[in-house]
C-alpha cells in the first residue's frame, strides 16, 4: 500500500455510447476488478460515460485525482467517434501526435495483411505527448498510460490482453480476505443485528446478499476486509446470531478466503 493505513485504490471509466444504449453490454469491469483484487488494488468506482469529450475530460480530472489508478475501456479505435486519445490529451493538457513506434508497428501490421495502413487507421497511432504504449497483441493498436491513466480497448479479448501486460507494472497492497456465511433465512430477519455489527467493525465491510429457492427465501452474510483476526470475530458473531434465531448454515464456506 502507499503507506501502513491507506489500501491501494482504482476506478475504471467504461466509455461509449454503445454501451449506454444496451448494444453493447460491458465485460471489462468484473475481469479487470478481480485482477486487481488478487494484488491488493481496491477498485473503488466505476462510470460509463458518453462518448462526449467535455464529460470524458471532467470525468477522467475528477477521477484520476481521487484514486491511485485509473482504468479506461473504449473509443481508441480507427472511426470519427473513437475520441478517447482526444480527450486524454485534452485532460492532461497536451498535445496529440502521431507515436512513432504506433505508427512503425501498425505499419507492419496491415503490410504483412496486405492492407492499406489509410488515414482512418493511422488514427489509432495518434498518443497525447508523454505518454507511454500499452502493447496489444491481440490487434496490434496500443493502449497508453499517461500519469496514473491506463487507457484500453473496449474490445474484451484486446482489452484483457492489455491488462495482463499492465499488471505487472502496479503496485498492489495488501490483499482482502473475506468470510462468507449463507442462511435459509429472509436478509430481513438479521439486517438490524447486521447493521450493529456493521457499526462494532467499522473497518470490515459486511454485505447481505438475499437469494430466492425452491426452499424459500435465504441470505448470504459476506464480510470483506485487511484484518483477518476481524474477519473471524465477525464470522463468530455472524454464527452466534443464527444460532441464537434458530436459524440454519447451509454453506459453509473456508472459513477465511481470498477475494
Do not use: W
Amino acid at each position: 500500500m502507499t503507506d501502513n493505513n491507506k489500501p491501494v485504490t482504482a476506478a475504471m471509466i467504461i466509455i461509449g455510447n454503445e454501451v449506454l444504449s444496451g448494444r453493447t453490454q460491458d465485460k471489462n469491469l468484473a475481469f479487470v476488478a478481480k485482477m486487481l483484487g488478487e494484488i491488493g488494488v481496491d477498485m473503488q468506482e466505476a462510470r460509463v460515460i458518453p462518448d462526449e469529450l467535455d464529460i470524458v475530460v471532467a470525468t477522467v480530472n475528477d477521477m484520476r485525482a481521487r484514486y491511485d489508478y485509473i482504468f479506461t475501456s473504449g473509443g481508441i479505435g480507427p472511426t470519427h467517434d473513437d475520441i478517447t486519445a482526444d480527450c486524454i490529451a485534452a485532460a492532461f493538457g497536451v498535445k496529440l501526435e502521431k507515436h512513432p513506434l504506433a505508427m512503425q508497428a501498425l505499419q507492419a501490421h496491415y503490410d504483412a495483411q496486405e492492407a492499406e495502413f489509410n488515414e482512418a487507421r493511422q488514427r489509432m497511432a495518434r498518443i497525447p505527448e508523454g505518454a507511454s504504449l500499452i502493447e496489444n497483441p491481440v490487434s496490434t493498436a496500443p493502449g497508453f498510460k499517461i500519469g496514473n491513466v491506463h487507457v484500453m480497448a473496449g474490445v474484451p479479448k484486446i482489452m484483457q490482453a492489455m491488462m495482463e501486460n499492465i499488471l505487472p507494472t502496479l503496485k498492489g497492497g495488501e490483499k482482502l480476505s473475506s468470510v462468507t456465511i449463507t442462511s435459509n433465512i429472509p436478509e430481513g430477519s438479521i439486517a438490524a443485528e447486521m447493521g450493529g455489527l456493521q457499526e462494532k467493525f467499522p473497518e470490515v465491510n459486511i454485505g447481505l446478499y438475499p437469494f430466492y429457492s425452491p426452499e424459500g427465501a435465504g441470505v448470504s452474510v459476506v464480510a470483506r476486509g485487511r484484518d483477518t483476526a476481524q474477519l473471524a470475530e465477525v464470522e463468530a458473531a455472524v454464527k452466534a446470531h443464527l444460532a441464537d434465531i434458530g436459524a440454519q448454515i447451509v454453506e459453509r464456506p473456508a472459513s477465511i478466503a481470498a477475494t
